[in-house]
């Protein structure tokens, strides 16, 4: 499994102490308060012992509700597991749906994540190419031509990481139209799935229901919880007693502090939610302007809280740009070779970072591309 390149830009602004931080994919909001409150009320009053496998029935019952009243999506709580983050759910899917030697269909770009924990299972990864002719969508018809006996998973990403991007209704009917002809499974990755700008945050299978999909949610991102650990997968019933059985070979169960926390921002005030979102959209416009101006080509983002910047102009692979920008500007972003092949070409800018932080990182970025053209 090769190392992750973002966290080794992490590592190297983190080494020079000064730089501004764009690279990495965590809220700079803290943790609503009433969530926090819900956690250490739990750990004092003793609720801290095993949990059940799939999540307590009281955050299972939410979540259904939630995906219901948020997502559009029919669920029950018996297709809801509570996992140990986004990337259990992830990890435990793959495992699920796909046996050793089976081949998993990743878009290029998208999260490298997905690559590393199918390695570790023993898939074999085929890379579809999101056309920036079609809008960064997938091409069902070029994904199929992919598709051999032994292909198992299609993943995809919306809002995507890094692009932004949300399946258009187009594409996912194209995609659960080829899952369900082919017998195929689609794990959709949605744990953005509450920060869109242009439109409700409906879920693929709200768009397209399907017993071919599975989605994946987490509470990092929506409701900045990062590092509690508490993420979803939603599955047809049959599938999500599997995923339970999966989970407890390999972490148990979420601690019940964090799943009553996770409780608790479902059902406390989501202005919370609202703000943060709305404060996302201001920065991408922010940097979006800040990009224009200095003549730097970049991907409009319709959701997640990232920009797609091309930096081909520049000369340089997108790992050695990044590292140049860090050492010369003293802007740390994430190189987009690490989100695949197709991505040499630009870096991703996270939105994760205050209005100054932005509009200075992405002056000293313009400034460097231009150095390097000679504007």
Same mark, same amino acid.
Request: proline share 6%; hydrophobic share 45%; net charge negative.
């Given at each position: 499994m090769a190392p992750s390149i973002?966290?080794?830009?992490m590592d190297a602004a983190w080494e020079r102490g000064d730089a501004i931080r764009l690279e990495v994919g965590q809220p700079d909001f803290s943790t609503p308060v009433h969530v926090v409150e819900a956690a250490d009320r739990a750990a004092r009053d003793g609720v801290v012992?095993?949990?059940?496998?799939a999540g307590i029935p009281e955050l299972r019952d939410a979540l259904a509700d939630k995906l219901r009243r948020v997502n559009g999506t029919d669920a029950t709580a018996g297709q809801v597991v509570v996992t140990t983050g986004g990337m259990g759910a992830?990890?435990?899917?793959?495992? /699920?749906?796909?046996?050793?030697? +089976?081949?998993?269909?990743?878009? +290029?770009?998208?999260?490298?994540?997905?690559?590393?924990a199918a390695g570790l299972l023993g898939l074999r990864v085929v890379?579809?190419?999101?056309?920036?002719?079609?809008?960064?969508?997938?091409?069902?018809?070029?994904?199929?031509?992919?598709?051999?006996?032994?292909?198992? &998973?299609?993943?995809?990403?919306s809002p995507s990481n890094p692009l932004g991007v949300v399946l258009s209704e187009d594409s996912i009917h194209g995609l659960v139209e080829l899952v369900e002809r082919?017998?195929?499974?689609?794990?959709?990755?949605?744990?953005?799935?509450?920060?869109t700008f242009d439109g409700p945050p409906r879920t693929v299978a709200a768009v397209a229901p399907s017993p071919r999909i599975v989605t994946i949610?987490?509470?990092?991102? &929506?409701?900045?919880?990062?590092?509690?650990?508490?993420?979803?997968?939603?599955?047809?019933?049959?599938?999500?007693?599997?995923?339970?059985?999966?989970?407890?070979?390999?972490?148990?169960?979420?601690?019940?502090?964090?799943?009553?926390? =996770?409780?608790?921002?479902?059902?406390?005030?989501?202005?919370?939610?609202?703000?943060?979102? +709305?404060?996302?959209r201001a920065r991408?416009?922010?940097?979006?302007?800040?990009?224009?101006?200095?003549? &730097?080509?970049?991907?409009?983002?319709?959701?997640?809280?990232? /920009?797609?910047?091309?930096?081909? =102009?520049?000369?340089?692979?997108?790992?050695?740009?990044?590292?140049?920008?860090?050492?010369?500007?003293?802007?740390? /972003? =994430?190189?987009?070779?690490?989100?695949?092949?197709?991505?040499?070409?630009?870096?991703?800018?996270?939105l994760a970072s205050s209005d100054a932080d932005l509009a200075e990182g992405?002056?000293?970025l313009g400034a460097f591309v231009g150095a390097r053209v000679g504007r």
């Open positions: 973002i966290r080794e830009l012992g095993y949990a059940p496998n992830i990890f435990t899917s793959l495992r /699920v749906l796909a046996d050793v030697g +089976d081949e998993v269909l990743l878009p +290029d770009p998208g999260w490298p994540n997905f690559e590393m890379r579809y190419r999101l056309d920036p002719a079609r809008g960064h969508q997938p091409d069902p018809a070029e994904l199929e031509a992919l598709v051999t006996d032994r292909t198992a &998973v299609i993943v995809t990403v082919r017998g195929l499974w689609l794990l959709c990755d949605q744990v953005y799935d509450e920060l949610h987490s509470f990092s991102k &929506v409701y900045a919880m990062c590092g509690w650990r508490v993420g979803y997968a939603v599955a047809p019933v049959a599938v999500a007693r599997r995923l339970t059985e999966v989970q407890e070979a390999v972490t148990s169960s979420v601690n019940l502090p964090a799943q009553h926390a =996770a409780l608790a921002a479902l059902e406390g005030p989501q202005a919370v939610v609202a703000e943060m979102r +709305d404060a996302y991408r416009d922010l940097v979006l302007d800040g990009l224009r101006a200095a003549g &730097v080509p970049a991907v409009r983002p319709a959701g997640a809280f990232y /920009v797609w910047a091309d930096v081909s =102009a520049a000369g340089l692979g997108s790992h050695a740009f990044s590292h140049e920008l860090l050492r010369e500007g003293g802007v740390a /972003v =994430a190189p987009g070779i690490a989100f695949g092949a197709t991505g040499d070409h630009a870096v991703r800018l996270s992405v002056r000293r």
